[in-house]
């Protein structure tokens, strides 16, 4: 029986994202977040980001009236899993968190239901260890912003069958977006490229080889990158690119993935990046009129 019904736990940029692209394509979904200002804040995004999708032609009015009547709010998880064939859990970073969310899930969801998390880094074979279908957990990593990325990393936990492997690749392709299927380890794959170029990137400007326009603009113009390492950094937030590197330090006990000092500085001061308003940028006039910050010039 194809996946129809889908739980999204998490209302924020990824959840709502996640959600805005299974109803875009036909699934019934319900949002689930513990807070109800949360959830009105994703439908708006989701409706705003579709409006966006209809003036460029991608979707027609009717199709976005329709698939916004396929978008459920919730925040009663146990309830609101109980019909569903998927959960895609993309809360809070934070493995007790997301371990006590996936004993929930587990509890209440349909023997059936396979449970997905969009975690950046946690260890998915951690996650299904503390359910009693440990076969049926996988990783669907999207990325951000999700109605325009195409890849989905989707990532085999120790225990995962291949069945539900496959099933999780239809739904991807169902959802237009290009599957890789990638194995449980510290960062996967695209992080563990990523995150040792941003690190890198931060290291650059630390030790004074280069400001912050010129090392992004040597990765945009020279390696086609759609957006530098810094500003990259600040678009993903800059405590989430710590404490991915974190993982990949812990996990691997290598020197190479260290977060550079700066970074480190940068999250205790509060300087996240574009969702604190200031990074290796200044967002204090807006997303699109960014400047260096002061600090880098
Ligand atoms: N919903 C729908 N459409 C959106 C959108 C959204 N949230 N955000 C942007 N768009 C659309 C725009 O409407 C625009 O459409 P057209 O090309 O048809 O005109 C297109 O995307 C480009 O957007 P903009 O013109 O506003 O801006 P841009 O050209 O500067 O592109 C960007 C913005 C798509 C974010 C681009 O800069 C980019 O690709 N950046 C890199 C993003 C990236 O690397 N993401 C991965 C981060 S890592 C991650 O997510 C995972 C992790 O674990 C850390």
Redo the contacts with the bound molecule.
């Keep these: 029986m194809p996946i129809q019904r889908i739980a999204v736990i998490g209302a924020g940029t990824m959840g709502n994202?996640i959600a805005h692209v299974c109803i875009q394509y036909g699934l019934d979904v319900v949002l689930i977040d513990v807070a109800s200002a949360a959830l009105e804040k994703a439908k708006q995004v989701i409706e705003k980001?579709m409006e966006?999708?209809v003036k460029?032609g991608i979707l027609s009015t009717e199709q976005m009236t329709a698939a916004l009547k396929r978008l459920q709010l919730s925040t009663q998880l146990s309830d609101s899993v109980k019909d569903c064939d998927l959960v895609i859990e993309a809360a809070t970073e934070k493995q007790a968190v997301k371990e006590s969310i996936f004993r929930e899930i587990d509890a209440s969801a349909p023997q059936h239901c396979i449970l997905a998390t969009n975690t950046?880094s946690i260890s998915i074979t951690a996650l299904a260890a503390v359910t009693n279908r440990p076969d049926k957990v996988i990783g669907m990593?999207f990325?951000?912003?999700v109605?325009?990325?195409k890849l989905v990393e989707v990532i085999n936990a120790y225990q995962t069958h291949a069945g539900v492997t496959d099933q999780i690749l239809d739904l991807t392709r169902r959802l237009e977006k290009v599957p890789c299927v990638v194995n449980d380890y510290p960062g996967f794959i695209?992080?563990r490229i990523?995150m040792p170029m941003i690190n890198e990137a931060i290291y650059s400007l630390y030790e004074g080889v280069a400001g912050v326009e010129s090392i992004d603009n040597i990765m945009k113009l020279g390696m086609a990158h759609?957006?530098g390492p810094l500003h990259?950094a600040d678009?993903?937030g800059l405590d989430?690119c710590l404490s991915?590197l974190e993982v990949l330090h812990n996990g691997f006990g290598q020197p190479k993935y260290a977060p550079c000092p700066l970074l480190v500085n940068m999250v205790k001061a509060g300087k996240l990046g574009i969702k604190s308003g200031e990074g290796f940028y200044d967002y204090s006039e807006g997303t699109q009129e960014k400047k260096v910050s002061a600090r880098f010039l």
């Design positions: 994202g980001n966006r999708q460029k950046s990593h990325m951000n912003p109605p325009v990325m695209a992080n990523l759609p957006m990259l678009f993903i989430v991915i």
